[in-house]
């Protein structure tokens, strides 16, 4: 949704949030390397980003440009949703189980 807003609105600010690449790297080693391949698939094919993209359309319907002090008030409030979202998904435990990885025996010739 930021990124979209972005694009609309290119000198906005927005606020400092927790990148892409570490939800992902913390969605891997919660999920484990063999379900985060399907989990992110899932994630792609959902309507999540289409839904996003209308939620944006709706949002500049109703605000009055770029400097519309509601258009901020909006993006408060998507940093804190955001950040909430993120605070629970770490206190999540992992659903992987880490399994010992098997040491080859070492031969003499």
Request: glycine share 2%; with cysteine; aromatic share 6%.
């Amino acid at each position: 949704m930021l990124e979209e807003i972005t694009r609309r609105c290119p000198e906005i600010e927005l606020p400092d949030l927790v990148s892409k690449k570490t939800v992902n790297d913390e969605m891997h080693d919660k999920v484990g390397p063999e379900y985060f391949p399907k989990l992110y698939s899932m994630i792609a094919q959902s309507d999540l980003r289409t839904n996003a993209l209308k939620t944006i359309d709706k949002l500049f319907e109703q605000v009055d440009g770029c400097n519309d002090p509601a258009l901020n008030r909006s993006i408060l409030r998507l940093e804190q949703v955001h950040n909430r979202s993120y605070e629970k998904f770490k206190a999540e435990e992992p659903t992987a189980r880490s399994e010992p990885v098997p040491i080859p025996m070492r031969r003499d010739n």
